[in-house]
């Protein structure tokens, strides 16, 4: 997982074949850093994410309530395949903002509110 604040926006590039129970608490801590810190929209990149389970669902589900619950925004990029399947078999693809790449992601971000 790296993390970096671009443009006021918490980026969060995760990694890895399966997004689960291991970077929960840590991507959790780095949000409610960054929100404190007043930065709070966030962008997860997804790009060199391959697989996602239930408790990383369950993850980014906290992820899109805490961020908006301070009044923010919470964006995905760089879906795979895998992922944009999941979101709509769940039918949670209308809970999350998700854009094609982090340029636009960014664009929405800083729109957003």
């Known amino acids: ?12 590039s995760l990694e890895g074949n399966l997004l689960g129970e291991h970077t929960n608490a840590p ?3 780095l949000i409610k850093q960054s929100i404190e810190a007043g ?3 966030v ?10 389970n239930s408790t ?6 906290t992820a899109v309530s805490k961020v908006r619950n301070a009044g923010g925004e919470l964006a995905l990029c760089n879906l795979p395949e895998q992922m ?3 979101l709509q078999m769940t039918k949670l693809e209308s809970i999350f903002n998700t854009r094609p790449d ?6 929405f971000l800083k729109t957003a509110h």
């Open 39 to 41: 930065n709070k929209n």
């Open 102 to 107: 982090e340029a636009s992601a960014l664009t």
């Open 27 to 29: 991507v959790m801590e």
């Open 56 to 61: 990383g669902l369950g993850m980014l589900l």
């Open 84 to 86: 944009k399947k999941l």
């Open 43 to 52: 962008l997860f990149n997804l790009s060199d994410m391959k697989f996602i």
């Open 1 to 12: 997982m790296k993390s970096e604040t671009k443009e006021g926006v918490l980026v969060i």
